[in-house]
T-cell receptor
Framework: KAGVTQTPRYLIKTRGQQVTLSCSPI?????VSWYQQTPGQGLQFLFE???????NKGNFPGRFSGRQFSNSRSEMNVSTLELGDSALYLC??????????????FGPGTRLTVT | AQTVTQSQPEMSVQEAETVTLSCTYD???????LFWYKQPPSRQMILVIR??????QNATENRFSVNFQKAAKSFSLKISDSQLGDTAMYFC?????????FGDGTTLTVKP
């Protein structure tokens, strides 16, 4: 099976702009989670989608949003970018519904730089 | 709320030696899973090993094994016969549905 893919791999944006990141999960996986990774804050959970519904949400401002399509592909959007949004954004997919081990498979990430 | 703590930001080990990375956690659940993930420099994060809390036996995957102490809420990772390719950041994690809580990570350097 193909792994989790994320596009684009690298992005440079200016403060105030918005950005959309894309994630394609492993075939058959219905859960897609997004994480922000920064040197200072580590890995922080953004949100999780399961069967097109947001099932979990982390403590991020409303500028961060996401969605999932019927083919399980997911996008996350960040509006009004701030310098502090510079980070590696990781997507992870899992095959599990409620219960189960929730073993997550990670994509390579999108490196976002805000100038 | 779940918490995961890794108290060793950096560690180093000589090639072929054994190293142990520490992790403590807190949860109110009785049955849960714990994972160790490896993130090599500029490469994808991959699952190294998993442990189910209700299983008393410690998990083992080739050179990687865990010491799971449920009462102490401790979950350490032992890497035997360290190899240069083991150089990476290691994260201890606890899933909760599709949301995982990660420790801050331990950067491990294997020296030749």
């Amino acid at each position: 099976k193909a792994g989790v893919t994320q596009t684009p791999r690298y992005l440079i944006k200016t403060r105030g702009q918005q950005v959309t990141l894309s994630c394609s999960p492993i075939s058959g996986h219905r859960s897609v989670s997004w994480y922000q990774q920064t040197p200072g804050q580590g890995l922080q959970f953004l949100f999780e989608y399961f069967s097109e519904t947001q099932r979990n949400k982390g403590n991020f401002p409303g500028r961060f949003s996401g969605r999932q399509f019927s083919n399980s592909r997911s996008e996350m959007n960040v509006s009004t970018l701030e310098l502090g949004d510079s980070a590696l954004y990781l997507c992870a997919s899992s095959s599990q519904g409620a219960g189960g081990s929730y073993e997550q498979y990670f994509g390579p990430g999108t490196r976002l730089t805000v100038t | 709320a779940q918490t995961v703590t890794q108290s060793q930001p950096e560690m180093s080990v000589q090639e072929a030696e054994t190293v142990t990375l520490s992790c403590t956690y807190d949860t109110s659940e009785n049955n849960y899973y714990l994972f160790w993930y490896k993130q090599p420099p500029s490469r994808q994060m991959i699952l190294v090993i998993r442990q189910e809390a209700y299983k008393q036996q410690n998990a083992t995957e080739n050179r990687f094994s865990v010491n799971f102490q449920k009462a102490a809420k401790s979950f350490s990772l032992k890497i035997s016969d360290s190899q240069l390719g083991d150089t990476a950041m290691y994260f201890c994690a606890m899933p909760n549905a599709g949301k995982s809580t990660f420790g801050d990570g331990t950067t491990l350097t294997v020296k030749p």
